[in-house]
């Protein structure tokens, strides 16, 4: 049970705080509502890690598609949780296809044992972005002629038993 300072003319008199039904003098209880909503509060606002991927193409407008999974019209974003290899496509009419294979290191804060405190305990929000920039290369198209001369080469060849492997 806690004392409360009353002034009464020109000394000071002590008497009983209130109570609560409970045996909890008021004050107590705002101390305790106070903490539990201080480390409410704490544990609400605790450490987070975001990655993110954005692939850019020049020019832009390319489909995107990161580990067979479609991700969206260049520039494109993706939020990944692992790290690890990734194998990227982009495609655009008039374009040659493109496949990227792209290596995505952890940083130093996403090490085992540091990735506890950053993920956990880290007060606010970690970004880790990644932008990887394609060049797309326009399609080179062979003349005709040059396509069914090759064929004609092709059927001789399979016709006479012996045929080469195409000419890198």
Do not use: H
């Amino acid at each position: 049970m806690g004392l409360l300072r009353t002034e009464t003319s020109n000394s000071f008199a002590l008497r009983p705080q209130p109570t609560i039904g409970i045996g909890l003098s008021t004050s107590t209880i705002l101390v305790r509502a106070s903490s539990c909503t201080l480390a409410l509060l704490i544990l609400c606002n605790v450490g987070c890690v975001r990655r993110r991927m954005m692939v850019r193409t020049n020019p832009p407008g390319a489909t995107v598609s990161v580990d067979n999974q479609v991700i969206g019209t260049s520039p494109a974003a993706s939020s990944f949780t692992y790290y690890g290899t990734r194998e990227m496509r982009i495609d655009k009419e008039g374009f040659r296809t493109e496949t990227i294979r792209r290596k995505f290191n952890p940083p130093w804060y996403q090490w085992p044992g540091l990735d506890f405190v950053s993920e956990t305990l880290w007060p606010g929000e970690i970004r880790d972005e990644r932008i990887i920039d394609v060049q797309l290369v326009p399609k080179e198209f062979e003349p005709s002629e040059n396509v069914v001369r090759r064929a004609d080469a092709l059927r001789n060849q399979a016709q006479t038993g012996v045929v080469t492997g195409p000419r890198k």
